[in-house]
Each structure stands twice: as structure tokens, then as C-alpha cells.
């Protein structure tokens, strides 16, 4: 039942063919995206009815690249970060990759596509990986749990890497709930680490994940490979107007942590009402766990809620935030399932 629903989340289609007759519309917590998304204004229909300019982008890069506290040179657009976890193989060509898993699957799916044996790793002897690896990846903070690596130890991970010709691919697809956590914070401005590849979203935080955004940061000889095979126009018109205006509004993302934070708090004691244990996660989705958390799934889904199960861990469920009116629809759904 639940096999094509752990893959990935956001499966409306499949949902709608699998639970025929559900009252529409679908509420999609299956996917850890702001649900209010940020109010971006989009390009002209001028800039859509042309290809957008190299410079446009580079001032694009230039823009995020302050966001993340890093040179500009360091950083590469791409149409999101599955594009660019899907361009790394190609350009870095290991053979040995270790993933700290559980995890996002997309990593170890890009890697063996382009041959590579994938090993799983524990995020407590990372130091081990060093000797076995010719790629480290890890997610930061980990996307279904939250775990976060202090950013020194990632260093000092980069650094091992670096001294037998290794790398570290750090993805902080869902760092912008928690900055600090990022290991850029930690470069001061300077890229002083050759080894380390970080991986940023723009549309999981700003709640615009159809526009397809995100970046590359790495040594600016990496990012000048990664860009001749990304090719010329990497991202849209309306990516760009949309990052343009989004990352220098501070006051925005602020307050944004703020809400998704409280609005986190109260899905976890809906969850936990619900009779389910709450495992951790990030202020954009919870992750929680209950002996028939499959048959949770169902129930949730013939309610026309789709959530996120695992097919490793059947007892868990990640839950997205709802929208501020789908609230009182999900807290019902949530207790029938109970029963």
C-alpha cells in the first residue's frame, strides 16, 4: 500500500488514483514546505519572453551569496537542489560513497545511477568514513529527524577529506529554519575549505518549490566545472526575480522563524494527542512514530491528507504543516485515525 508513497513526498496524482472519491481539495503534508510562501513578485512578461542573462544570474548568485555569508564566486544557481545533487556525480566521479543515512533518498539514487557503491554510515563515526570513502554526504539538519552536525566537526571532516582527495557534501536543504547550523557561517567569507561542496534550497523555506531554485557552494574552481556543465541558463526569470527580492528581506525571514516554530510546537501536540510519538524533525515537518503507523497513512489519506511513510521504518510518518485554514480538517483526520 505505502511503497509508492515512501519514495518521495508531494505524490498528489498517485493519491488521487489510489483513494478514489476523497473530498477534494488534498491536504499535501507529505513534503516540508512553508506553507505561506513568500509574497514574490514575478518577472515581467518582458524578462519571460527572453532567455535571462548570464549577468542576471550572476547577480542572483551574488545576492544569496551575501544571504549565506560567503564571496560570490563560491556559489552556482541551479533549477534546485535535485538538479544539483543529480550534477555532482558527473563532475566528482567517485567510486566509493558513503551517505549518512536514514536519510533523503535522492543522494544515494544519483549516486548509483552514475555506478558508484553507495555505503551507509553512522553520524557517530564520521571520522571512520574518512578511510573507506571517496564521498562523504550528509544532510544538515537530516531530513526525516532533524539531526544536525556541529558545523566545526564538519570541518574538520572536510579537512580529512581533503588529505587523501576525498570530498564532503554537506545538503542544507532545510537550514534556513536554523542558520546557525550551516557550515558557511564557519568559512568566514573566505572558501577555506577545497573539499566541502554545500548544497542550499531556496523554495523548502520560501514556500516555492515549483520555481525551482537552489545552489551550489563550493571551492570557485568546483563551481566553474559545475557551471560548464550546467550550461547557460540554469534558472528561470521568475526564480530569479524571486530570489532577488526574497534574500535580502531579513524582517521576513525572521518572522517567518518565528511562526514556523509555533506552528511546529502545535502540530507536535496534535501529533502527540493523536496517540503518536514524536521523534524530531525541523520546524518545516515532523517526524513521528506509532506502531500502525501504516495503517495511519490510509486512514489519513481516505481523509484526503497525505503524509509521508518509509518503507525502512514502518512505524514512522513525517508530517509537513498544514495551511493556517487546513488546521481544524487535519486535527479531525489525525483523531478518526486513532481509532
Known amino acids: 500500500m505505502v511503497e509508492t508513497f515512501a519514495i518521495h513526498g508531494g505524490r498528489l496524482s498517485q493519491a488521487r488514483r489510489r483513494f478514489v472519491g476523497v473530498v477534494e481539495p488534498w491536504i499535501d503534508l507529505s513534503t516540508g514546505v512553508n506553507p505561506r510562501p513568500y509574497p514574490a513578485r514575478p ?20 545576492v544569496a551569496a551575501k544571504a549565506f555569508a ?17 550534477l555532482l556525480p558527473g563532475v566528482l566521479r567517485a567510486y566509493r560513497v558513503g551517505i549518512v543515512e536514514p536519510t533523503y533518498g535522492g543522494h544515494a539514487e544519483a549516486w548509483r ?10 553520524r557517530r563515526l564520521l571520522a571512520a568514513a574518512t578511510d573507506s570513502c571517496d564521498v562523504v554526504v550528509l544532510v544538515n539538519p537530516n531530513n526525516p529527524d532533524g539531526e544536525t552536525v556541529p558545523a566545526e566537526v564538519l ?37 577555506r575549505a577545497s573539499r566541502l561542496i ?39 526569470a521568475d526564480a530569479i526575480a524571486a530570489g532577488l527580492q526574497a534574500y535580502p528581506d531579513g524582517p521576513w525571514a525572521d518572522r517567518t522563524r518565528r511562526r514556523l516554530s509555533a506552528d511546529a510546537r502545535r502540530l507536535d501536540d496534535l501529533l502527540i494527542r493523536a496517540g503518536l510519538n514524536v521523534l524530531g524533525g525541523t520546524s518545516l515537518f515532523r517526524l513521528a512514530a506509532a506502531a500502525d503507523a501504516q495503517h495511519r497513512f490510509v486512514r489519513l489519506a481516505e481523509a484526503g491528507v497525505l503524509t509521508r511513510p518509509f518503507d525502512h521504518a514502518p512505524t514512522w510518518l513525517r508530517f509537513g504543516l498544514p495551511n493556517p485554514d487546513d488546521w481544524p ?7 478518526e485515525s486513532a481509532r
Open 43 to 62: 518577472a515581467g512578461s518582458r524578462a519571460r519572453a527572453r532567455l535571462p542573462d548570464p549577468e542576471e544570474t550572476a547577480t542572483l548568485e551574488t
Open 70 to 86: 560567503i564571496g560570490p564566486h563560491a556559489v552556482l544557481a541551479t533549477p534546485g537542489v535535485e538538479a544539483a545533487i543529480h
Open 113 to 122: 545511477a552514475a555506478g558508484a557503491v553507495v555505503t551507509r554510515l553512522d
Open 155 to 191: 570541518l574538520d571532516l572536510a579537512g580529512r577529506m581533503e588529505t587523501r582527495d576525498g570530498w564532503l557534501v554537506v545538503d542544507e536543504a532545510y537550514v534556513e529554519v536554523s542558520p546557525e547550523v550551516s557550515v558557511l557561517a564557519h568559512l568566514g567569507g573566505a572558501w
Open 198 to 236: 554545500v548544497l542550499r534550497s531556496f523554495g523548502k523555506f520560501y514556500g516555492l518549490p515549483g520555481l525551482r531554485l537552489g545552489f551550489v557552494a563550493a571551492d570557485p574552481d568546483m563551481i566553474a566545472q559545475l557551471r560548464v556543465r550546467q550550461g547557460e541558463w540554469p534558472v528561470s
Open 329 to 335: 480538517r487535519v486535527e479531525a483526520a489525525l483523531m
